[in-house]
């Protein structure tokens, strides 16, 4: 009875283990992989959650999170995991935030301007077709 038990105890530790080893891969995938990315992914969802709250009429402080973006994103651009899913992840989600922040600030700019951005070798080239756009955030160098 003693054995069976030990047996069934090793089987389900082992169990345990190699589950663990299968789900370990998505966990480490979407963790930051170095302290600039962690830092900026801080920044960034304090900046969306307060992005969440305006309004075409606090224009001001939609023009003030995007220079604030700029320093977080430029600290972004610093980390050397550029390849990594993580930094992808953030760099997505700063561009995203940084076009809904300028439709926001203009409006009428946003149908007539067109911005595309290509992820090239782990760096950003974004082109903008019309300079009435604000804030580029230095991604075109």
């Known amino acids: 009875m003693g054995l069976l ?25 979407t963790e930051p992989a170095d302290k600039i990315i962690a830092n900026a992914q801080t920044d960034l969802e ?10 075409p009429g606090r224009a001001a402080n939609a023009r003030r999170m995007l220079k604030l973006m700029n320093l977080s994103y430029e600290r972004l651009e610093s980390s050397g995991n550029r390849d990594d899913p993580s930094w992808i992840e953030v760099n997505d989600r700063y561009l995203s935030l940084q076009k809904q922040l300028e439709n926001l600030i203009n409006p009428a700019a946003s149908t007539a301007t067109t911005s595309s951005t290509a992820r090239t070798g782990g760096s950003l080239q974004a082109s903008q077709a019309s300079p009435a ?9």
């Open 133 to 141: 756009s604000t804030g580029s955030h230095g991604r075109g160098s």
């Open 46 to 55: 304090r900046y969306e959650s307060q992005a969440s709250a305006l309004t």
């Open 5 to 29: 038990f030990m047996r069934n105890r090793i089987l389900g530790l082992w169990f345990f283990f190699l589950l663990g080893l299968s789900i370990s891969p998505i966990v480490i995938a």
